[in-house]
């Protein structure tokens, strides 16, 4: 590994870190939290791929804005992200476009706010916490949400001034079991008021 990576991982590693010689991915027993400010994210997680995270993998950062107008130049990977996560996983304020690629089993929360998803293929299909994808206003349908969720589901001001959700896609949500609360305002909510 590059000097740059083992620094980074000995920075934000809250516990021990290994670079697994079988996957060649770094597997972490403990929590990774990344969400420093102002957030540097040149190069994001340093080309390091992660395996898996026995507890928390927080991953908050926003590149450099283009323009207060628009979302932030150069996403971060999801490809990047572990392939399980034993606690809460958040990928919010990443710039992504897509879930494909990141964890398809956490251990608590799932959270991926503030960012131009246009849906949520590749989020796990069970989550035993709550699944959190708040301000994600290029939505256009509800696919890929989680199948099953322990708590509850938030779409809170998802996308209240854009029209371009599908509404025919709608139905994904009620086929979908959740255990809480389905919290949701703004344009969402005139859909489910029926």
């Known amino acids: 590994m590059k000097k740059n990576q083992i620094v980074f991982l000995d920075k934000f590693t809250k516990g021990v870190w290994k670079l697994n010689p079988l996957t060649g991915l770094v597997d972490i027993e403990g929590d990774f939290i990344y969400t420093d400010f102002p957030r540097d994210v040149k190069h994001h997680l340093r080309g390091i791929k992660f395996g898996e995270v026995t507890g928390n993998f927080i991953f908050e950062a926003q590149p450099p804005l283009t323009s207060v107008y628009f979302w932030p130049r150069n996403p971060v990977n999801p490809e990047d992200f572990p392939r399980r996560v034993g606690g809460n996983f958040s990928c919010s304020r990443c710039s992504l476009k897509s879930l494909v690629g990141g964890p398809k089993e956490v251990g608590g929360n799932y959270s991926c706010s503030f960012n131009p998803l246009e849906n949520f293929e590749g989020a796990p299909e069970r989550i035993p916490g709550s699944f959190v994808g708040r301000f994600n206003h290029d939505l256009t349908s509800f696919k890929g949400i989680p199948k099953f969720i322990e708590g509850d589901l938030n779409l809170q001001d998802?996308?209240?001034?854009?029209?371009?959700?599908?509404?025919?896609?709608l139905n994904i949500i009620s086929e979908s079991e959740i255990k809480g609360n389905i919290k949701f305002d703004g344009v969402y909510r005139e859909y489910f008021k029926k």
């Open 158 to 169: 998802g996308n209240w001034w854009q029209q371009t959700l599908d509404t025919n896609n």
